[in-house]
């Protein structure tokens, strides 16, 4: 049989051999990641342009000829193919590094050489490539191709490096050619632009490699943001998005929330100093009705105060699977917002870990949460460091801890409790056998009288929770009955009813 000639784009649609479109460009997929990930290593005069020339490729018509019996590969197994350079040693990278140096006209990175040094081989992977706070200009960041293309890095650090557009670009098409980073850090770089960001976003979209993106403190404009979360509203591979620091207030939470509508990926979201207000929770609450696969979301160090409060648990307080961590830290929020609390707690069924630290929780707050936490069978970890409780709230707090037995961390570290609060705590430790954390104050004002008890009130504390620890691991089975399993009691079926009454009639 003749050669068999496929063109690009195809022309004729009657061929018998190929009835499916789809197949067509599967094929032809498949053909040019072939002879991609095959090409031969060039030096660094050509690598530039191999690229360049990739990026253009769609605009010229290719021709490529199958012989008769050849076998093609036509599937990839989902996994990266990354296989080490057997030929190379980290001396040869070096060396090849310093050349494409001189033909930019750049000096090497010494921060680079001096991690390039302490490699032994090129065979594994290696961990983190820091290039943090160094200079990267656009003819630097071309010269970094003799060394992305010969390195599978787990994290490529280059935070605080004055990087431009142009810059960003080249190691976007770097990473997108050779598919040699799984978690990017690009925080703290204002001087990137619009090009920058679609780019990126682009990157995003066609890499299934990359998990992390730290683009905290880069100033994100909102013609920006939207570029780079199409992926997101794509579903990329994303796993994990640090976006604080943005000032991501106003239309940015509402282009944040638009794309998370769509993503069934992303699972940690860390949006902490962006200046957030009421109406962006509002946004942010929506994201929770509408999105369950998200894990993680870190709000602090905003302004969302109880207003806001009220949203988020509203989404959270519809939601079957979903949130199990979220950080509201230092969001000036008030005792009323903890009634916003109060009524989510007993609906919610994943959320483990509450951050309020740095919030104006004050005793009536954990008095407004108490049956609420006494009936919730998920939280495990409570954060209540500077949040002004007194021996009252830690007195309401003992009581949890009496009866409940799924709590294992508590942390309410400078508070103003003294001995009576301290007393309380300790007793209801002794009878916790659950509780695997008790972080409480260390320096308790007292007199001097005191103190003998207030110093063996704390080595009880932390003889409990050595008890406590030591017992966990002498019981632990291979199967960990999770305390969600247990059906819930009457008094908790009648408090998630009228919880989520209360935030209906609240306004959610």
């Not at 707090?397 to 508590?410: G, V």
Request: hydrophobic share 35%; with cysteine.
């Amino acid at each position: 049989m003749a050669d068999t000639l496929l063109t690009s784009p195809v022309e004729d649609s009657s061929d018998d051999e190929f009835h499916d479109a789809n197949e067509i460009n599967a094929l032809k997929d498949s053909i040019i990641l072939t002879t991609k990930r095959l090409s031969p290593s060039v030096g660094p005069e050509q690598t530039k342009d191999r690229r360049t020339s990739q990026s253009n490729a769609s605009e010229q018509k290719r021709r490529i000829m199958f012989k008769e019996g050849d076998n093609l590969v036509t599937e990839f197994p989902n996994k990266r193919l990354w296989e080490p350079d057997m030929t190379q040693s980290p001396d040869d990278m070096i060396r090849d590094y310093k050349d494409a140096c001189a033909v930019e006209k750049q000096r090497p990175l010494q921060k680079l050489l001096e991690q390039l040094e302490r490699m032994d081989a090129l065979t594994t992977p290696i961990d983190t490539l820091d290039l943090s706070s160094a200079r990267l200009e656009p003819r630097t960041c071309e010269t970094l191709e003799m060394i992305l293309s010969k390195l599978l890095i787990t994290s490529l650090d280059i935070q605080k490096s004055n990087i431009e557009d142009d810059g960003m670009i080249a190691i976007c098409e770097m990473i997108d050619y050779y598919e040699c980073v799984s978690r990017l850090i690009i925080a703290h770089n204002p001087k990137l632009k619009s090009r920058a960001w679609l780019s990126l976003g682009r990157t995003l979209k066609n890499a299934p490699f990359i998990e992390m993106l730290n683009a905290s403190y880069c100033g994100i404009d909102n013609q920006g943001l939207t570029l780079l979360l199409r992926s997101v509203r794509a579903n990329c591979a994303l796993h994990t998005l640090h976006l604080s620091g943005n000032n991501l207030s106003g239309k940015g939470s509402f282009i944040l929330m638009a794309a998370m509508k769509f993503n069934e990926n992303l699972q940690e979201l860390y949006i902490s100093n962006n200046n957030l207000l009421p109406e962006d929770a509002q946004n942010l609450g929506a994201i929770l009705r509408i999105n369950h696969t998200l894990k993680v979301l870190d709000i602090k160090d905003n302004n969302i105060q109880d207003s806001g409060l009220h949203y988020i648990c509203v989404g959270l307080a519809e939601q079957q699977t979903g949130l199990i961590s979220l950080n509201i830290s230092n969001n000036n929020f008030t005792p009323m917002g903890m009634e916003h609390l109060a009524a989510m707690l007993p609906c919610t069924r994943s959320l483990q870990d509450i951050n309020l630290c740095h919030n104006r929780v004050g005793d009536s707050g954990i008095l407004a949460m108490k049956l609420s936490l006494l009936v919730n069978r998920s939280l495990t970890k409570l954060l209540l460091m500077n949040t002004r409780l007194t021996c009252e709230g830690a007195i309401a707090l003992a009581e949890i801890l009496a009866e409940n037995r799924h709590l294992k961390y508590l942390d309410i570290r400078d508070n103003d409790i003294r001995i009576a609060g301290l007393m309380a705590l300790s007793r209801a430790h002794k009878i916790n056998h659950r509780l695997l954390q008790l972080d409480v104050p260390k320096n308790i004002k007292s007199d001097q009288r005191d103190r003998p008890m207030i110093s063996n009130l704390l080595s009880e504390i932390e003889s409990y929770t050595l008890r406590n620890v030591q017992e966990r691991e002498q019981v632990r089975s291979p199967v960990d009955r999770s305390a969600t399993e247990e059906p819930p009691t009457p008094e908790a079926k009648q408090l998630e009813i009228e919880g989520h009454k209360k935030l209906s009639s609240d306004g959610g």
